[in-house]
């Protein structure tokens, strides 16, 4: 989405902007959920620990605080995108 037209116009530079903190808060959510699996799965074969629960739990909640506003950010940027590629096109 770069380009010479979002140099120039404020709304799209705002819009690149936050699409690409959705982007990274998508992966940053996606990863937390994803160390919480590895441990768990670590967690059920050696036996769970306090830390092995404590770092599940705690990349659960980071996951689901980081990863639900990304994904909503995420779909409005495209909507946004699609609704202005519609009206000029």
Do not use: H, W
Request: hydrophobic letters at 50%.
């Amino acid at each position: 989405m770069s380009g010479p037209v979002e140099n120039n116009d404020p709304v799209l530079a705002r819009r690149a902007r936050l699409a690409r903190l959705a982007e990274t808060g998508q992966r940053v959510g996606y990863g937390c959920f994803g160390v919480a699996m590895v441990v768990f799965v670590v967690g059920a074969i050696r036996g769970f620990t306090s830390l092995t629960v404590t770092v599940v739990v705690a990349a659960l909640a980071v996951g689901s605080v980081t990863l639900a506003p990304a994904i909503v950010l995420g779909y409005a940027a495209k909507a946004a995108d699609r609704e202005e590629r519609e009206q000029s096109g």
